[in-house]
T-cell receptor, first 110, second 114 residues
Framework: GDSVTQMEGPVTLSEEAFLTINCTYT??????LFWYVQYPGEGLQLLLK?????DKGSNKGFEATYRKETTSFHLEKGSVQVSDSAVYFC?????????FGTGTSLTVIP | DSGVTQTPKHLITATGQRVTLRCSPR?????VYWYQQSLDQGLQFLIQ???????AKGNILERFSAQQFPDLHSELNLSSLELGDSALYFC?????????????FGQGTRLTVV
């Protein structure tokens, strides 16, 4: 079945450090891929998405590229801020379901 | 604000009781999804409705049921509650369903079973 495997956390970084959160997927067909972010006490918010191979999604300095050859959609940011502290979920959409990874908790310290 | 409204925000109830969680999707969205988020299980898909019809079912217990009404709001009914049912329950909505659809999440209902 379809699934998403996400890098285990928690991740702690200093402000202005480079961030990578790994995500790989298994899917039949051609899914769309998403990163969602959950700030403390809130629901999940869409961060970025990509709908086909080689697409790059970007938002708020975050980027992820849909790599069909490696079945990956890694999240990156060049310089993290304290306000980026949150839980990040990788997800795929295929047919009529969303499949979420387990989430990666990121803490950015000043 | 995602436009998805969930009520109540918090609910505390005793074991064996029954509760109903309510979700109003974004205006125009026909699909509603329910998820359970607990510390040890992550985000678990429960069930999806599209325009009043059940489209997909995930790890939903037999004690749980849901429905989507003609005005497109949805309710998740949880009965014979157990301590392990304590979790955050999220509703999400999308305009349609399928691979290119993105979901918009509500703020969740935090259920505590004591």
């Amino acid at each position: 079945g379809d699934s998403v495997t996400q890098m285990e956390g928690p991740v702690t970084l200093s402000e202005e450090a480079f961030l990578t959160i790994n995500c790989t997927y298994t899917a039949t067909g051609y899914p769309s891929l998403f990163w969602y972010v959950q700030y403390p006490g809130e629901g999940l918010q869409l961060l970025l998405k990509a709908t086909k191979a080689d697409d790059k999604g970007s938002n708020k300095g975050f980027e992820a590229t849909y790599r069909k050859e490696t079945t990956s959609f890694h999240l990156e940011k060049g310089s993290v801020q304290v306000s980026d502290s949150a839980v990040y979920f990788c997800a795929l959409s295929s047919r009529n379901q969303f499949y979420f990874g387990t989430g990666t908790s990121l803490t950015v310290i000043p | 604000d995602s436009g998805v409204t969930q009520t109540p925000k918090h609910l505390i109830t005793a074991t064996g009781q029954r509760v109903t969680l309510r979700c109003s999707p974004r205006s125009g969205d026909l699909s509603v999804y329910w998820y359970q988020q607990s510390l040890d299980q992550g985000l678990q898909f429960l069930i999806q409705y599209y325009n009043g019809e059940e489209r997909a079912k995930g790890n939903i217990l037999e004690r749980f049921s849901a429905q989507q009404f003609p005005d497109l709001h949805s309710e998740l009914n949880l009965s014979s509650l157990e301590l392990g049912d304590s979790a955050l329950y999220f509703c999400a909505s999308s305009p349609t369903w399928g691979r290119n659809t993105e979901a918009f999440f509500g703020q969740g209902t935090r259920l505590t079973v004591v």
